[in-house]
């Protein structure tokens, strides 16, 4: 050992990368792992003196061997700002240095990095890391994909304390439009009065973005004169902006005006309605905030019609953007990305599809039929095989990560923050939470029963768990329910046939899809939207 050691340690000498690596391998190895992360250090800096774009695959592929976002996460910030931006700026560096045949392997060396991040992010909100709001933020350039700028501002609001309120006001006064967007929330919540100011100044940029930052900080605190900016936002020419606008507008005041970016005539009434309700009630009406953490959600639904072996997509008014002949289809997720996941049961298959409807990932021969799946924050995918009695779990690359042998027909499973299992048992009647690890399940630790013919399942923010059952409902139907978690029933639905699925949705309605139909049911048990068609299986609101 200490002959091998001081070989690299020569070879390291003369600027040898590899050895570095090498050596640092042997050290993660031996559980010295400052030492280890000394030399994933050099040996950047060596590749890095040599060609950048190598560096920075050195660096993700050093940060991913040594499992650094799960046990340092403010030194993983530090050296994904290290590789992948300017020394003193708050931009990114150009990999490619201006030669365009490197563009794929930059762009392949980012998409490595948006995945470390994602992980980074779900361990410090998962953990609950403190002191970290500085370090994230500092990364801010490297957010640029959708999804991952949601993760990230949950990320903030979820472990920001007062502490950080420093670091949080400078973010929203440094004019960086990045750093602003991923700060406001948290700095509006946490700083109240002081808040105000710094915010308010913002609803005069020239920025769009930037106003509707400030804006929605400013109606995490429930100040109304964020109204008039974000109807002003509703004409903006950007469809994004303005479709946060009309999503942040209806959240706040639970108002349901229609409002479409791409339908002229819808755009142009919505805004005409919300211009006169801001003129003639916005001064009595009482606002919902704080809203939603990590961003409003893309104001999608995705319906599968398992009988006619098709799937559609309504936009945020109830009409079709998209639609696909998908054989065999059961459930999907929509992800955060706008991407859309399939479990295809009939054809024992797993298949993803872009926005453009293109495929870019499939599983073929799943243990048993797919009748659930769900994208897991770590990249992985999780998927409910009923028939098998199984639920298995597979990386990026398709391959299984574990599998477990669960008996009673798992309709359902999904990985909760904690790092449990919550599983919905058919043929149980039951819904089991597990506690697992690397290898699979450790042990049961909560259970409910007596729910006839448990199909989906969904842990809420508050605690309780939300369940669809085939059976059980007072008028001889199905029934969804909602448990505390002593198991008591605090809230029902049984006007539904055969509920397949429930979803409960950030503005406290709940979307339910039986074989007729979807509807959304609002917690008083009225019907706030209702589209029936034979054959459906699956609804899912992102």
Known sequence: YE????????????????????????????????????????????????????????????????????????????????????????????????HAELAPRAADVAQQRTQLLYSLLAHIRNKDIKHTAGPLLSLAPCYAEQYLHHAARKTLGAIATKDDLEVLAAAVESGDRARIELAADAFAILGQEAAKNPLAKLLESDDENIRLAAATGLLNQGDKAALPVLVALLESPTDAIASSASSTLRQSTQKVIPFSPRDAEVRKTGVEQWKAWLASDAAAAELRYPLPSGGVLLGRTLICYYAQGKVVE????????????VQGVWSGQGLPNGHRLFALYALRKLVEYDEKGNVVWEVTGIPGSPYHVQRLENGNTLVACSDAQ??????????????????????????LENGNLLVAMQQGNSVIEYAVNAKGIEKEVWKAEGLNGAMRVQRLENGNTLVACMQGGSKGTGQVVELTPDKKQIWTFDDVRNPYDCQRLPNGSTLITDQTQVLEVEANKNIRFRQQQQGSSSAHRF
């Open 3 to 98: 002959r091998r050691m001081a070989e690299l340690a020569r070879r390291i000498e003369a600027g040898d990368a590899e050895a570095q690596l090498i050596r640092m391998r042997m050290r993660y190895t031996l559980g010295h792992i400052d030492e280890a992360v000394t030399d994933l250090e050099g040996a950047y800096a060596n590749a890095a003196a040599k060609d950048r774009l190598a560096a920075a695959e050195l660096m993700v592929s050093g940060l991913k061997e040594l499992q650094l976002p799960s046990t340092q996460p403010v030194k993983t910030c530090e050296l994904i700002q290290r590789a992948f931006m300017a020394p003193e700026s708050s931009t990114l560096v150009d990999l490619t240095q201006g």
């Open 314 to 325: 309504l936009d945020s008014d109830n009409k079709e953007r998209w639609s696909q002949a």
């Open 390 to 415: 199984k639920v298995v779990e597979y990386n990026p690359e398709k391959e299984i990560v574990w599998s477990a042998d669960l008996q009673g027909r798992p309709m359902d499973a999904i990985k």
